[in-house]
């Protein structure tokens, strides 16, 4: 029978997404078991079971439990992966796609989630945090420079994360993206798998949370 790992969260939810691009990369099946966190799903008793903070998404891999999508993408890479081209074993290699994923995790996933987050329940995004995602989109084109990929000469689970809050602020926000990061995205198309699989359903229901606020009217209160 196929390894079948269980992950806990919802599409719309990036961090969720990149740990499901994770698993088609390196071609492990998964079953995503949907946490409606407006119901607050995530804080019932059953789930804080598995994770006691109550995060999203969690790993399960039969009695294995595991949280944080950068975990995660590390963890199956580490067990399940044909190769390690995804997830480089060399040292300087797999440092270089360490940093990438810190700076997801650090700087612009946390960006894209400050202006995303309020939209789920029903909230208008405070404007100044339109700077941060700017800043964090000019960073990533610093990072990216002329490279073909965020971390290597290849994809690797690094472009599975970093790509994900550049695309999501791409459907809104499109003057904020960088010329190279655009085409970086482009590449990332083409070269993830199941990009469009697990991208798809996310993009219809993000674009139906973004229609309820006025972008251009927000980034000109944000005074950028």
């Known amino acids: 029978m196929e390894k079948v790992v269980e992950i ?3 599409v719309v939810s990036p961090f969720t997404r990149c740990t499901m691009m994770t698993c088609e990369a390196i071609g492990v099946q998964y079953k995503l078991n949907v946490l409606n966190v407006l119901k607050k799903e995530n804080l019932q008793p059953e789930y804080l079971k598995l994770n006691p903070i109550a995060s999203i ?18 963890y199956l890479c580490n067990a399940y992966a044909k190769d390690d081209k995804w997830y480089p074993k060399e040292p300087r290699l797999r440092g270089t796609v360490d940093q990438r994923l810190y700076f997801h995790n650090s700087v ?4 894209f989630k400050n202006v995303g987050k309020p939209l789920l329940f029903g909230q208008v995004p405070d404007p100044s945090l339109l700077n941060e995602l700017k800043n964090a989109l000019l960073d990533l084109d610093k990072l990216l420079g002329d490279k073909q990929f965020i971390a290597l000469d290849w994809p690797t689970i690094a472009d599975c994360h970093c790509s994900i809050p550049a695309m999501s602020a791409e459907l809104v926000l499109p003057e904020f993206i960088p010329p190279r990061v655009s085409a970086w995205l482009r590449r990332c198309e083409k070269a ?7 991208h798809g359903p996310a993009v219809e229901q993000m674009k139906a949370l973004f229609s309820t606020v006025d972008f251009s009217k927000l980034v000109a209160s944000s005074n950028l």
Do not use: N, Q
């Not at 612009?108 to 960006?111: E, F, Q, S, T, V």
């Open 192 to 198: 993830l798998p199941g990009y469009e699989k697990v």
């Open 8 to 10: 806990y969260g919802f």
């Open 108 to 111: 612009i996933g946390p960006a």
């Open 57 to 74: 998404p969690t790993l399960v891999d039969d009695d294995y439990v595991l949280f944080d999508s950068h975990a995660m993408s590390a």
